[in-house]
């Protein structure tokens, strides 16, 4: 059995704009760039026999996945848990709050080491 591990293209840079409610998380599509990788992947991999896709839900995700199975005519299953990791709250704060954010979870963790 051979694994194929591949990260979506570029995407848009993560923005309020892109937060989506239903998923809680960012969820930006491939940029241009993105899209264009792609399909270079693609290229490169339609020789390979693929059984199945997996890929989280997250756009960006379905997108490369959709274009990569143009090329190699699988079967795509699309899991939640393939996300990365749930960040929380901390997708809707500013570059400017990851200061205090920071110091206050490094306060919190070195209070639970004395």
Known sequence: MEIYLIRHGESMQSSLEYFCEEKQTMNPPLTSKGVEQAHKLADRLKDVEFDKIYTSDLERAVQTANIINNSVHANIDIY???????MGEIHKKSWDD???IY???????????R
Do not use: L
């Not at 939640?80 to 749930?86: G, N, S």
């Not at 110091?103 to 080491?113: F, L, M, Q, V």
């Open 80 to 86: 939640k848990q393939f996300r990365a990791i749930d």
């Open 103 to 113: 110091s206050k979870r490094s306060d919190t963790r070195n209070a639970g080491e």
């Open 98 to 100: 990851f200061a205090e």
